[in-house]
Each structure stands twice: as structure tokens, then as C-alpha cells.
């Protein structure tokens, strides 16, 4: 956070003389930031993985949830670095592009459901 705050200060005084400097530079700082969060988001889903095959949970639908949940936080990443760059039409569709893997990746755990309805119903 501390780096988030200094970098935007740093951006905010760099924007008056060189706009496109500052543009690129807010990229960097949101890369970077994300590169240093990816090793905190590996030791939770090595907790996540353990804690589903103790409960002896079906790994494919774990990795589908996490399939999703990358898609969903990469998809607003990027929608963010286009709205930095001044670019909100294609952060739209960023999102719905997002939003249509999401649906895609969910069809197999929607077919289960169901599956598991119709073999309860007599």
C-alpha cells in the first residue's frame, strides 16, 4: 500500500510535465504491485488445494473455481490498465469477455448440478 501511495504522489508530480510518462509509469507501478500480491496468491491456493483433498473434494471442480477466480481478477486488471491509459471502451469489453470465459469455464460444474438433480428426482 505504502508503494501504491508514493508511486501515485510520484505520478501525480511527473503528469504535469509528461503526461505519457506518468500513463506508463502508473502501468508499471500496477504491474509490479501485482507480480508482489502473485506470491501471496500461490500460498492461499496451496491452502485451498490441501483443505480439498482432505475433505476429499473432486479436484476438478476445484480448479475450475480457481480457473475462474484468475479469470476474474485478470480480466479487471486489464480493464483497470485500460481505463489508466484512457481507453474505457475496450476495459468494457475486457470485462465482458471476462464474463463469457467465467460462463464457458462454469458448464461443467452446471452439468454436474443438474446431472445430480435428475439422478434424485425418480
Known sequence: M???VVATILILFIRQNRPDLARLLSIGVGLIIVIYVLNY???VVDIITDLALEAEID???LRILLRVIGIAYL???GAQVCRDA???SIAVKIEFAGKILILIMAVPVLVA???GIINFIP
Request: negative net charge; without cysteine; hydrophobic residues 55%.
Open 86 to 88: 484512457g481507453e474505457g
Open 75 to 77: 480480466a479487471e486488471f
Open 59 to 61: 479436484t476438478v471442480f
Open 2 to 4: 505504502a508503494f501504491g
Open 113 to 115: 448440478v443438474l446431472e
Open 41 to 43: 496468491l500461490t500460498m
